[in-house]
């Protein structure tokens, strides 16, 4: 649609399959954001090896789709919160996950749905939101490419260790 070829993609919510990370591979994609528990950038692997794919996770928490949809789902998210979260805890708990990664040299990945911040108010959540960031001063607003290609500059693949030296 844009012209430009797609070089990383975030796959829908959900186990993935045997074969993800070999397809990615396979179609030359250079980057992944689909999995969790992580809060670096690393390698995905297939089949015992490490492939070329490198993963960027995310976490449930920076994702607006659970804060915003109304859920009454027998495991409601946030715990015991069938209703859609207030904005100002949303801001809140999104800041001071932003700074505590921040303050940790870790990369913070924020999810976001059309369907769950495009509305007039949660828009100006993220205004707020961003203006925080920004404020820092010293904050990388980054594309999966960016970060991708910045992480392979500085980590050795082998190790998924810093190639170079702090400085």
Known sequence: MTGA???GLRAAPGPMGDGHTAL???????????????DR?????????PTPVVELPWQWEYADHPY??????????PPAESRIAAHQD???????????????????VLALNPQSIGK???ALLLEELLDHVRAQG???????RHVTERWRRAVDPGTGR???PRG
Do not use: K, M
């Open 5 to 7: 070829r797609p070089t």
């Open 120 to 122: 007039p108010g949660r």
């Open 41 to 49: 950038p690393h390698l995905l692997w297939t089949a015992g090896r």
């Open 68 to 77: 915003f949809l109304f859920n009454g789902a027998p495991v409601a998210f």
């Open 90 to 108: 949303v801001l809140n708990d999104w800041q001071d996950s932003f700074d505590a990664y921040r303050d940790y040299g870790l990369c913070w």
């Open 24 to 38: 990615l591979d396979e179609l030359g994609f250079d980057w992944s954001s689909s999995t969790h528990g992580g």
């Open 138 to 144: 010293d904050v990388w607003f980054a594309t999966g």
């Open 162 to 164: 810093r190639a170079t």
